[in-house]
């Protein structure tokens, strides 16, 4: 990205982590807002006002599908009419193209911050010697633009872009995953969410990149019943529909459980499985009735791959839609599917369930190596 001048910073410690933060019985959002949430939702509202964006959101019309699932379904007509045509995505590994669009290219103006982690001085070791953090020497960890998508699905949509000069494939680092956690954190609103899409996936851009956005309705995620697979490393497997693998991370325990999420999504790009992320607060597991959100759950969903252009009229099963999010893309659709409808969609996309149980033993064994 060239530009003329430098984008306002935003430097956070493990102190500006909101500890607080629940919802009310009623599903609204009890807490202050947060710096953080200040700082996305001002500059986000200011680039909307300013008409850098390629629709007006305004409020979305939403409804919660009748069932168990309470599927949260919104109409958003506009992203799959205005939004920029999807890359071409022909493997998991693709390499890093600069001739294609990347987040180096977009009109510096997008950019609402650059955010970094300060590494606080008691946490450096004595004696001398750089502070590790997951295998990062730094005294800052990565730089991260925090960019409009200029095609939103929700109020304050935002891409989170680790060192976008560094020009990485849409493959997580154990950084990323970081970033994905704290950002999270950072927010005092238990509606802002995190996501990834792996390629095949439904990732759109292959240029290393998060999404995170707001939502002020409450997911059957952050309440879903668990099975203990290695608890020790904070790794569960989810057992409601969509069935998935679930992490669960309070900041002491953020190192252990990133780099056991990276150890489980790197054995995923190794053996070239698609996979979507989802990030939100939620209960600790065993504690459903809970509605504190102090921790943050992380479910990780292999699946079936789908390569070639995306398209952008379909109801493509991405990172939103197996959370329970649903944003449609035209009336029909949003007013007469049903949650048997969605259901059988999802299922479309997920692993078989004897390739999905070989791959929980193998993830396991692989995480019990350590222990």
């Known amino acids: 990205m060239e530009d003329g001048k430098s984008p306002t910073r935003f430097v956070y410690c493990n102190r500006d982590f909101a500890d607080h933060v ?102 450096h070791p004595k004696g001398g010697g750089p502070y590790k953090e997951n295998g990062h020497p730094c005294d800052e960890l990565c730089r991260i633009m925090v960019m409009v998508n200029i095609s939103p699905l929700e109020f304050g949509h935002c891409l989170l872009v680790p060192e976008p000069t560094q020009c990485s494939p849409q493959v997580l680092t154990p950084a990323a995953i970081q970033i994905g956690i704290e950002s999270v954190l950072l927010s005092s609103d238990p509606g802002f969410r995190v996501g990834f899409n792996s390629l095949g996936a439904f990732a759109s851009v292959n240029h290393l990149h998060l999404h995170g956005y707001y939502m002020n309705q409450e997911l059957n995620l952050e309440t879903a019943s668990t099975q203990p697979l290695v608890p020790e490393k904070g790794f569960y497997r989810l057992r409601d529909f969509p069935v998935g693998f679930m992490f669960y991370s309070e900041v002491d325990d953020l190192e252990k ?39 943050v759950r992380i479910v990780v969903w292999p699946r079936r791959s789908c390569f070639g252009a995306k398209d952008e009229s379909a109801f493509n099963v991405a990172l939103c839609e197996l959370a329970g999010h649903l944003p449609f893309k035209n009336r029909h659709d949003f007013e007469h599917s049903t949650e048997k409808d969605v259901m059988a969609i999802i299922q479309r996309y997920l692993l078989p369930d004897q390739q999905f149980l070989q791959l929980e033993q193998q993830l396991t064994a692989h995480l019990q190596k350590d222990i």
């Open 257 to 295: 459980v990133v780099c056991a999420i990276s150890q489980v999504t790197d054995s995923l790009v190794e053996g070239n499985k698609a996979h979507n992320l989802f990030f939100t607060r939620g209960c600790p597991p065993g504690k459903s009735d809970v509605r504190a959100r102090r921790g």
């Open 22 to 123: 629940c919802w009310s019985g009623c599903g609204d959002r009890t807490a202050p807002m947060s710096k953080f949430d200040t700082t996305i939702q001002a500059g986000w509202t200011d680039r909307m006002d300013r008409g850098l964006f390629r629709y007006h959101l305004g409020d979305l019309e939403t409804r919660i599908l009748p069932g168990p699932a309470r599927y949260v379904a919104q109409l958003n007509i506009q992203r799959g009419i205005e939004r920029r045509q999807p890359q071409e995505i022909l493997s998991i590994k693709q390499n890093f193209d600069t001739k294609q669009f990347n987040f180096n290219k977009i009109n510096p103006e997008e950019v609402i911050f650059e955010m970094s982690k300060q590494i606080e001085p008691t946490s």
